[in-house]
C-alpha cells in the first residue's frame, strides 16, 4: 500500500488530487493516509486533537 503512495506521491500534492483518483488508487491512497497518521498518533509524534475546538489552537 505504501508503495502504491510513493509513487503517486508527486501527484498528491493536495485533496483535489486526491480527490481525482478513481476506484482502487483513490481507496489505497486515502486507507494509506488514514495508516499513516494512526502510526504517528501510537508512536506518540503527534497528539490528536478534537476538530471543533481545532479553531482555539490556530489563527483561523
Do not use: W, Y
Not at 494509506?32 to 498518533?41: F, G, P, R
Not at 481545532?54 to 489563527?59: A, D, E, M, Q, V
Request: no cysteine; charged share 30%; aromatic share 2%.
Amino acid at each position: 500500500m505504501r508503495r502504491v503512495v510513493a509513487s503517486l506521491r508527486r501527484l498528491l500534492r493536495s485533496p483535489r488530487n486526491i480527490d481525482a483518483l478513481q476506484g482502487v488508487e483513490q481507496h489505497l491512497v486515502r486507507e494509506a493516509m488514514v495508516d499513516e497518521v494512526l502510526t504517528l498518533i501510537k508512536e506518540g509524534r503527534v497528539l490528536p486533537v478534537d476538530r471543533r475546538t481545532l479553531g482555539k489552537f490556530t489563527n483561523g
